[in-house]
């Protein structure tokens, strides 16, 4: 399985980005997908992950919450984040992974990562 984040670019505080991430590779059908991030000098941290079968059950962290909209589309294997009233501190290299069985938070819980996307939001 590969994970191919795209999307991040450079953006003024108060605007928005999406970003995406496909899925290739053998049958893919993970329990979960997740968004995570890291700050330029500090450790990754969870921002948003999302069930892949049935009816959706989703995750935020709080420093998100009401402004990144976590979506998928089984049918092109693929997640999205809308990211809506950047702040300066969303300034991250934003990852994309997926697993999550048995927690959809922690991020040794997901086994498959994608590359990494950045995100630049200006002040």
């Known amino acids: 399985v590969q994970l191919q984040a795209s999307g991040g670019g450079l953006v003024q505080a108060g605007g928005s980005l999406r970003l995406s991430c496909a899925a290739s590779g053998r049958t893919f059908s993970p329990y979960r997908m997740a968004w995570f991030r890291q700050p330029p000098g500090k450790g990754r941290e969870f921002v948003s992950s999302?069930?892949?079968?049935?009816?959706?059950?989703?995750y935020y962290a709080d420093s998100v919450k009401g402004r990144f909209t976590i979506s998928r589309d089984n049918a092109k294997n693929s997640v999205y984040l809308q990211m809506d009233s950047l702040k300066p501190d969303d300034t991250a290299v934003y990852y994309c992974a997926a697993g999550g069985t048995y927690s959809p938070v922690e991020m040794h819980e997901f086994g498959y990562w994608g590359q990494g996307t950045k995100v630049t939001v200006s002040s």
């Open positions: 999302i069930t892949w079968r049935g009816d959706p059950t989703i």
